[in-house]
């Protein structure tokens, strides 16, 4: 059976910008009234960092605009190498006169040029705003980014209706991977960020939790890489030996330098619920360990921040 022993880190996140930035040009080239913001999360209540798309008026081009020091709050102030980064990506720098021009960084470019505004959105969001990856945007319109519908409520995950205890043979990899993507579309409001292996990434505290499919068809794997660069491979195992043998739910493992969580779904017939099931045991289980097993193992977690 495939593991996540070939799982690739930074190859996911970078396919999942570049994902995310094709569906941003798309969604740029049909900007028309109104406005675009994606915006970055926060846990205070400081002003945080974000991009917009408006319609220029008059004029047949888009602006985008990103944050200045004077619209942002005191625990994201940019540096001086930031600002600079800003004007190189072909930002016009801030208005200094009170009550004249703008207080944001603007870029003007022809709505045809949609591609490259939405390259340099991307970049202003993760090279210059430290956005480590898309599932760390702020969710206020981001749905708008990766899909056409607006997202609509539904109940708490823990209550499942009729339609999440429906159990569904899929025909093939193919199906059953549109049947866990329509079932996150609907969890979340936006469609999955996947990358180009097909494995679904999802943003849990200071890891990532991703779902693989199983070229049979009849399984769903979760797994978390917890620790990054572990010392000592003989007390890593003995740790991890004692978490597999305490651990009711997930499978705990040592590959390479890294430790991966693991659980599988049996999915032949796939049944929504089970998924609601394992994606909150293994969010638990990976958010609720992986700080203390980075310390205990001497490693990192995936983010510190």
Known sequence: MP???DFDLDRSITEAWQQFQDRLAEVVSMVDDGSLTIGTLSTSDDQAPFVRF??????????????????LGEHFQLSLDQLNALEALGYQPPSVDEG?????????????DYVELARVAVATLRDV?????????????????????????????????????????????GHLDALVSAELTQMFGHPPIRDSEGDVALRVGSTMVFIRSM?????????????????????AVEVLNDLNVESRFGRF???????????SVLA???????????????????????DELALKLKGRTTFTD
């Not at 004249?100 to 022809?110: D, E, M, T, W, Y």
């Not at 619920?273 to 990976?286: D, F, G, K, T, W």
């Open 3 to 5: 593991q996540s022993t």
């Open 215 to 235: 070229p049979k068809a009849d399984e769903l794997l979760l797994f978390s890489a917890l620790v990054h660069e572990v010392e000592g491979r003989s007390r």
């Open 129 to 173: 705003f430290g956005v480590q990856h898309p599932v760390f945007l702020a969710p206020d319109q981001l749905a708008e980014v990766l899909t056409d519908e607006s997202p609509t409520s539904h109940e708490s995950l823990s209550r499942y209706d009729a339609d999440d205890l429906v159990a569904i043979v899929p025909d093939d990899q």
């Open 253 to 263: 493992a040592l590959h390479r330098d890294r430790v991966f969580v693991t659980l």
């Open 54 to 71: 408006s319609h220029a008026r008059g004029r047949d081009d888009i602006v985008l605009e990103a944050t200045s020091n004077a619209s």
């Open 100 to 112: 004249a021009g703008s207080a944001l960084f603007q870029l003007a470019r022809p709505q045809a």
């Open 268 to 290: 032949h017939p796939f049944v929504p619920a089970h998924l609601h099931q394992a994606l909150r045991v293994i969010s638990e289980i990976a958010d609720g360990i992986d």
